[in-house]
């Protein structure tokens, strides 16, 4: 399996709305509700902040959310807070128990 | 407070064998799948493989099939990668989490602190 592809890395300004896109094929995203993604700050472990594709663990700022398109999920982050500014992986069910990461976007908050 | 608390940073010769250890608590840990994670130095998130304490299922990456074992002691809660013959290539941090994983869901969530092995002659 191929990772899933994001962009390399995404900015916006406090108070604005980030998109972070997650493309993958009819055998992984395409084909199951089951995107999941996770937020990882530098030297830290990563942490859960959508599953299912648009769901927040309990805990999680509402200004998370995550949608899904085809092939393609999305998580949007409105209202940017210095805080916010890390690495976000998606992650997706791809059959026989398989998962598949994407490659990583870093998100810079300026 | 559903946790788990992997051993500490290793530093191995290669060729050396290595067993690393991730613990649960908080839980019932025989009736979720714990999940290991590499990320090479600078890199992104690949999934290794998974096992369900409860009976040993143990699934594999294609990619990392034949490389590692994982495994599992359900009576002390703990679970283990390990490696028969590391190679510098080895060198990342990995991390366990436990994964929800159903017909309908899968995700994971909480996730160890990480391990860092260093392989390096």
């Known amino acids: 399996q191929s990772a899933l592809t994001q962009p390399a890395s995404v900015s916006g300004s406090p108070g604005q709305s980030i998109t972070i896109s997650c493309t993958g094929t009819?055998?992984?995203?395409?084909?199951?509700?089951?995107v999941s993604w996770y937020q990882q700050h530098p030297g830290k472990a990563p942490k859960l902040m959508i599953y299912?594709?648009?769901k927040r663990p309990s805990g999680v700022s509402n200004r998370f959310s995550g949608s899904k398109s085809g092939n393609t999920a999305s998580l949007t982050i409105s209202g940017l807070q210095a805080e916010d500014e890390a690495d976000y992986y998606c992650?997706?069910?791809?059959?026989?128990?398989?998962?598949?990461f994407g490659g990583g976007t870093k998100l810079t908050v300026l | 407070e559903v946790q788990l608390v992997q051993s500490g940073a290793e530093v191995k010769k290669p060729g050396e064998s290595l067993k690393i250890s991730c613990k649960g608590s908080?839980?019932?840990?025989?009736?979720?799948?714990i999940g290991w994670v590499r990320q090479m130095p600078g890199k992104g998130l690949e999934w290794m493989g998974i096992?369900?304490?409860?009976?040993?299922?143990?699934r594999y990456s294609p990619s990392f099939q034949g490389q590692v074992t994982i495994s599992a002691d359900k009576s002390i809660s703990t679970a283990y990668l390990q490696w028969s013959s590391l190679k510098a290539s080895d060198t990342a941090m990995y991390y366990c989490?436990?994964?929800?994983?159903?017909?309908?869901?899968?995700?994971?969530?909480?996730w160890g602190q990480g391990t860092l092995v260093t392989v390096s002659s």
């Open positions: 299912e594709g648009s």
């Open positions: 989490a436990r994964r929800e994983y159903s017909s309908s869901s899968d995700w994971f969530d909480p």
């Open positions: 992650c997706s069910y791809a059959g026989s128990s398989s998962v598949v």
């Open positions: 009819s055998s992984d995203v395409g084909s199951y509700n089951l």
């Open positions: 908080g839980y019932s840990f025989t009736s979720y799948w």
């Open positions: 096992i369900y304490p409860g009976d040993s299922d143990t």
